[in-house]
């Protein structure tokens, strides 16, 4: 299946703070490759300089690695002056879609539904931002994923200790207006030149959110395909996803977190440029839906590898 791609390095692991993931992801990106054929091998940049790529003849690299200096743009700007192609967005579409704060500004000058946001000032009036935005409301670090630092506020005057728990993770934390109609996602891919939508997975998490632990240690959150939407509300969040897609600029692949309000309205709430990759993570869910196998899957993703 795969075997014309070349050398290739599934990079994982790296040093940020979803670091376990991303062995889990890389792990079973490296064994689908090896599956299919594909002469594939491990690479760990927190234990190996970069340079090593080109020492051992590397053609390609599958980004298996989540967050900060491997979804953010760093490894990617790194790649593109090695000339060596890698999987999914390139150096600016990855850094504006680790930041959710920049990334809901460019989709909202687009003219894409975002929640309603606001930037926190840890001198502002918190209490001003409980009120404009309503409780319960999220806060979140800007630059984060796997949902480290998210809090749900509740009640009033729980803002600022949410603040202070995003704060740890990033400087720049935002406060969200809560979406209540349900969660989805939307898996893009690329085959070839054409980009196409997966089917929608609506999540359901057993507890208040969908959480770290929901998302990787308890085995209680539901995940539906299909996902219950009306034929016409799937296509119009395929849309969706793919407008949220074409205005990050993001390439090869990306999956679009999707919300609803309480009265079904669609918004993007963020795109993930290197989602997870591990046998319950939510892409190969949707590809196996589709009849795309996980190592059909990968070596998909690592034929629109690119630099530049
Ligand atoms: N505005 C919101 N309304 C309701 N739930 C939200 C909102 N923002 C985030 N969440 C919940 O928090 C989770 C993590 O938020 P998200 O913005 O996707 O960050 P991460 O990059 O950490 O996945 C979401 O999957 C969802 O369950
Ligand atoms: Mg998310």
Redesign the pocket.
Known sequence: MGKDLGKTAVMFGGDSAERPVSLKSGAAVLAALQRAGVDAHPFDPAQRPLADLRAEGFERVFIAMHGRGGEDGTLQGALDLMKIPYTGSGVLASALAMD?WRSKLVCQAAGLPV?EFELLDANGDLAAVEARLGLP??V?PAN?????G?T?VKTAGGLRAAYDEAAKHDKLVIA?????GG?YTVGIIGRGTQLSALPVIR?V?AGE???YDAKYLRDDTEYRIPSGLSDVAEAAMKKLAHSAFAELGCRGWARI?V?LDADGKQYV??A?TSPGMTDHSLVPMAARAAGISFEQLVVDVLGMARFG
């Not at 984060?144 to 480290?148: A, N, P, R, T, Y």
């Not at 969200?176 to 209540?180: C, D, G, I, K, L």
């Open positions: 959710k929640p409301l999220f979140k984060e994923g796997s949902s480290i998210v749900k969200e207006r809560f979406m209540s969660e999540i998490p959110f969908y959480d977190d919300m709430l963020e993930n």
